[in-house]
């Protein structure tokens, strides 16, 4: 039986990039790829790590570590296949594992950072460790527009 308490505890997805953990929103559905060959794209932009071909389609990979550390992965990354509700599936290279957390209200309270990218709203403290709360849309429509330039 489901304490009023356990009513305020939210399960979300997070994964990492390099030091930094990332949460994704609840509406993002997630999968984890494994094996998957990375294809390069000649002349893509520096957060473009290539193409995988996934049931029969091409999905671009963003490369996250270029976009939160402005480096590339040293080693092959993991790559999250993320379906955003107003988006083509794309993918993201990330550091293992997304993870379930278990956020309280007190780990809900955001705290806002002027040197966060626009993509990333506010932060949250989860066991003494923040956690950059993302508006993965807000960045995938500024791939789009930047796209074409």
Not at 14 to 25: A, D, F, K, S
Not at 78 to 99: E, M, V, W
Request: charged fraction near 15%.
């Amino acid at each position: 039986m489901q304490t009023s308490s356990d009513k305020l505890i939210k399960n979300r997805f997070c994964y990492c990039v390099g030091i930094h953990t990332i949460l994704l929103e609840a509406e993002i559905r997630a999968e984890l790829l494994t094996g998957q060959a990375i294809y390069p794209v000649p002349f893509a932009p520096a957060w473009c790590a290539g193409l995988i071909s996934l049931r029969g389609d091409l999905h671009p990979i963003i490369n996250m570590h270029h976009v939160v550390q402005g480096q590339s992965f040293h080693n092959l990354p993991q790559l999250l296949l993320i379906k955003h509700p107003n988006f083509s599936p794309i993918a993201l290279t990330c550091d293992g594992y997304p993870r379930q957390l278990k956020l309280s209200p007190t780990d809900l309270i955001p705290y806002t950072d002027d040197n966060l990218p626009s993509w990333i709203p506010h932060s949250l403290h989860h066991q003494g460790k923040p956690l950059l709360v993302a508006d993965h849309g807000k960045l995938l429509r500024y791939i789009q527009r930047t796209q074409g330039s």
